[in-house]
């Protein structure tokens, strides 16, 4: 599995949970396994965290449901982060939940970047506000030209995610429930809907070749 590459001598998801735990008990993480289920879940549990097992794999906005069948009843805030993301830190996830806690229903992380390529676009209003997310693998080519992306880190409000993610349907490309189509089921019935942009997007990078995982060493030399 992916987030079991390894950075700095520890999985990707090691230090992803590295910065879960600055923001919440470990007690309180639940990771959603799939595929490698037993692998990933042991680096899971070896810090703390409970796991749930996505079967089968329906999407992002499938996985979230997931997590909040195993999240208990907390009725706090939901924070989302990607097993792969290693480089990400906790002022900018902390800046989207202090968004949803000043009455955002949803708070999500963003860059702007010179060569946008595979991430999702972020489609603004008239206004400058968040309107909708559409994939890149179904995006027109006129969205296809913004060059604001998603980093695959949210916070929501736990009663209208859960209500949004009941609304999902797989009526895209690959026939999955996206998470990112929530923004945009949230902002048609009124809901505010923040949006953080990163100044340095390498806080958002992901790991899909050695070269990524290259890159990621290098910065991480550098920042000591």
Same mark, same amino acid.
């Given at each position: 599995p992916k987030v079991l590459h390894r950075l700095a001598g520890?999985?990707?998801?090691d230090h992803v949970l590295d910065l879960a735990?600055?923001?919440?008990?470990?007690?309180?993480i639940v990771v959603v396994v799939g595929h490698g289920a037993e692998q990933v879940a042991a680096v899971?549990?070896?810090? %703390?965290?409970?796991? /749930?097992?996505?079967?089968?794999?329906?999407?992002t906005g499938d996985a979230v449901r997931v997590a909040l069948s195993g999240a208990g009843s907390d009725t706090g805030g939901v924070v989302v982060l990607s097993g792969d993301v290693p480089l990400l830190r906790a002022v900018s996830v902390d800046a989207l939940r202090r968004a949803v806690e000043g009455g955002a229903a949803a708070a999500l992380l963003t860059a702007?970047?010179?060569?946008? %390529?595979?991430?999702?676009?972020?489609?603004?209003d008239p206004d %400058? %506000?968040?309107?909708?997310? /559409?994939?890149?693998?179904?995006?027109?080519?006129?969205?296809l030209a913004v060059r604001e992306v998603?980093?695959?880190?949210?916070?929501?409000?736990?009663?209208?995610?859960?209500e949004a993610l009941a609304s999902l349907r797989p009526d895209n490309d690959q026939g999955e429930y996206y998470l990112t189509d929530v923004i945009g089921t949230l902002r048609a019935r009124g809901l505010p809907v923040a949006a953080h942009v990163l100044a340095d997007p390498i806080e958002m990078a992901g790991v899909n070749t050695v070269d990524d995982l290259r890159r990621l060493e290098e910065t991480l030399a550098r920042q000591g």
């Open positions: 520890r999985p990707l998801l735990i600055e923001l919440v008990p470990a007690e309180r899971a549990t070896a810090r %703390g965290a409970r796991t /749930v097992l996505q079967e089968p794999q329906l999407g702007v970047l010179d060569e946008p %390529g595979a991430y999702g676009r972020v489609l603004r %400058g %506000g968040v309107a909708a997310i /559409v994939e890149a693998r179904d995006a027109t080519p006129a969205e998603i980093a695959g880190v949210y916070a929501f409000a736990r009663g209208p995610l859960e």
